[in-house]
């Protein structure tokens, strides 16, 4: 067993203590979420996707406040009429979004070994011309921006806090780890956007699992 002082259990409650005070004590260069009003979720607004061919159960698992999300690279879609691959995603339901800047907050963790997964995404309105404004994939321990930007090159075996900035207005997104601004780019508009996590499988470099863990998953939002 671990001991305490290398827990990443310890790592996200210094996390969750730091986002209190100014979150220097994670290494960070502020609170993203400062000036943003807090969008109440209900349990009912997580809903899940996972393969067809297996019970939720087999792929997604909800205890003591952590969301973990499995997927094989040989699964089935989340359903019998999409050809997409594999995923056990959250999408939160309900807070649809076309004006404003909303704002995704949730503590991640991604253990060694998972690979060619997207593991956070804003998605458009169904039908749109783009599926997507942005995904996050891991590849090989590094979190990247689609497959392209390099995010947070250690991402591996610890909690980070994840902050997911969208001004429509602007089109424009911005990427936090830890509190500290690492990412940001212009996007193509669209209709209408939604946020999903967990584990959604890709096209390249996929390991035969992938997995991710949530908790304290929050939208925020300014108009």
């Known amino acids: 067993?671990?001991?305490?002082?290398?827990?990443?259990?310890?790592?996200?409650?210094?996390?969750?203590?730091?986002?209190?005070?100014?979150?220097?004590?994670?290494?960070?260069s502020g609170n993203p979420t400062a000036g943003?009003?807090?969008v109440q979720l209900a349990d009912g607004d997580f809903q899940v996707q996972s393969p067809y061919n297996v019970p939720e159960s087999q792929r997604f698992q909800y205890r003591n406040g952590v969301r973990t999300f499995w997927v094989h690279r040989n699964d089935k879609p989340f359903n019998t009429v999409t050809h997409t691959n594999p995923r056990s995603e959250v999408k939160l339901r309900g807070h649809d979004y076309s004006s404003g800047v909303w704002q995704f907050e949730g503590y991640g963790y991604v253990p060694s070994g998972t690979s060619g997964v997207s593991v956070m995404q804003i998605h458009n309105e169904e039908g749109a011309a783009h599926s997507t404004v942005l995904m996050?994939?891991?590849y090989d321990g590094v979190l990247r921006f689609y497959s392209g930007a390099a995010i947070e090159p250690d991402i591996y075996d610890r909690w980070f806090r994840l902050n997911v900035m969208h001004d429509v207005g602007a089109s424009t997104v911005a990427v936090y780890v830890d509190g500290e601004r690492k990412f940001s780019t212009s996007v193509t508009p669209s209709e209408s956007y939604y946020f999903k996590f967990g584990v959604y499988m890709q096209h390249h470099d996929q390991s035969s699992c992938m997995e991710s863990r949530w908790t304290n998953v929050t939208l925020y939002t300014k108009h």
């Open 1 to 28: 067993m671990a001991s305490l002082s290398s827990s990443p259990w310890l790592h996200l409650l210094l996390l969750l203590v730091a986002k209190g005070g100014t979150f220097a004590a994670a290494g960070g």
């Open 36 to 38: 943003f009003q807090k």
């Open 136 to 138: 996050l994939h891991v």
